[in-house]
């Protein structure tokens, strides 16, 4: 089993930034690859972003393509999304996924992923 919490979340205004924080637990982090979701209110689950288990290899959504980083620092345990250029639509519950799967694969989807976090929130206060 891995438990995964995230934090760093909070109100931002459009243009601001916010980097969000994912802590693993109960298995080798570098055992996985880790993805980032959201979901906005009334709206699906969606992709963000996903990083390989070195940290080389990543993946993004076109709608976060040159504003957000996902990065991991493995000998902490953490998966991290730096935010920047926040946008009003970015307003979303973020969540933090570990998948079993290939370790030097990309992963976009949903089922693709095995453990999930609680989310945190990401409001923008404009």
């Known amino acids: 089993q891995v438990q995964l919490v995230e934090s760093g979340g909070g109100l931002v205004q459009a243009g601001g930034s916010l980097r969000l924080s994912c802590a693993a637990s109960g298995h080798r982090f570098s055992d996985h690859v880790m993805g980032w979701f959201r979901q906005a209110p009334g709206k699906e689950r969606e992709f963000v972003a996903t990083v390989n288990w070195s940290g080389t290899g990543t993946h993004y959504a076109d709608f976060v393509k040159d504003r957000f980083t996902i990065s991991r620092d493995n000998a902490k345990n953490r998966l991290y999304l730096q935010m920047n250029s926040l946008k009003a639509e970015d307003t979303a519950v973020y969540l933090c996924?570990?998948?079993?799967?290939?370790?030097?694969?990309?992963?976009?989807?949903?089922?693709?992923?095995?453990?999930w976090g609680q989310g945190t929130q990401v409001t923008d206060s404009s």
């Open positions: 996924a570990a998948t079993l799967r290939y370790l030097d694969g990309l992963y976009l989807a949903e089922y693709e992923y095995d453990y």
